[in-house]
């Protein structure tokens, strides 16, 4: 039974030791001293290593350190014996005896700790990674893997910016509105993407609302760079809200020179209504006018159709327009709303001199 080994036992048995810690050379040492109780007898180091030495009986012992995670390095103090004790190593340099993968010379792997015990935590560790834009790399931060070089954002397409903003309006999650943008050109989907950053910043939840007209319309104006002008503008969204109608009107008349024709050929007004020809026009006009009545409500987008060429001036002076028209119709307002809405908004100052 080695020394240590007999101390142990002893404590345990209740013969009471009071073991004095001591410095020795860096690491604690264990003073028997006997039954002494409180008033403990100081020794100086020399005095301390020889009774070690007498008590363990081992003049040329090793000291041991604890390695509770048997990664083969140990830490705290140290205990002077003749033997090689179990769960224990000659070395005290671990900085982490509670992880196996965290001892000097480890590999760092991306898990929030310093596994080569050596300048920090998680340094310098990298993976290879891909997105819908390519390769790339990410670097871990305390454990947690960072964004992949390679990106989301990868405008490569023909589309404006224009068109890139009413693609994202039919988006419903991240992965939509950064397809969106991809689809523009890297200008356009540059623009694009500043602009609805600003949305997601301010957190305006909807285009044509007065979130976006205090803190991004100046982003928004900069995928402006058509021609149309603010009277343009209007004119083109009257077309978009009255075309329907108009169409359905001519297409009443479109069976009325059949009718004449047939009525001055001598033939009986009454006789003429029943007239294979004009009861033919007549079916067909009536599927036309359904289908017309059908556009009416069909949901479109009055922004994206008429201001697609704007200049940015027009957007400046348009834009409570279509506040008021978007949050009285919706992000997707019919022709019939429109109509009926456009009416009982009030126009600035500004937007008067278009009309």
Partial sequence: MSGLERIVREVKS???????????????????????????VQYNTADAMAEVQQVLDCPGGQKYYEDADGDGYGVNAGWWVCEALPGYVTNSSD??????????????????????????????????????????????????????SAGTYCP?????????????????????IEDCINKGTVMAGKVAKDFLSCMSKYECTDLYSSCVKKNCIDKY?????????CTEV????????????????????????????????????????YDKKYVDCEKKSNELIAEKEKEKEIPGDLFGICAMNADANAIVLLYDVFVCLYTGCGAMPTPTCVKNKVFSCNLPVGVKGCL
């Fill in 221 to 229: 104006t900069s995928c402006f760079a058509g021609k149309m002008t």
């Fill in 95 to 148: 900085c982490d005896d509670t992880r196996a993968n965290v001892f000097p010379g480890g590999v760092e792997v991306c898990d929030g700790a310093d596994n080569n015990c050596k300048d920090g935590v998680d340094e310098n560790v990298t993976q290879s990674c891909s997105t819908k834009c390519g390769k790339g790399a990410q670097m871990c931060t305390q454990g947690l893997w960072g964004e992949c």
């Fill in 14 to 40: 209740g013969i009471v030791y009071s073991l004095s810690s001591m410095i020795l050379g860096g690491s604690l040492v264990g003073c028997v001293t006997g039954k002494m109780g409180p008033k403990d």
């Fill in 156 to 176: 490569q397409g023909n589309d404006s910016c224009q068109e890139v903003i009413a693609c994202e309006k039919g988006c419903t999650d991240t992965s939509c």
């Fill in 234 to 273: 209007l004119s083109c969204g009257s077309g978009y809200m009255t075309t329907p109608q108009v169409e359905i009107e001519d297409l009443k008349k479109m069976c009325n020179s059949i009718l004449t024709d047939c009525v001055t050929s001598g033939t009986d007004i009454m006789g003429c209504f």
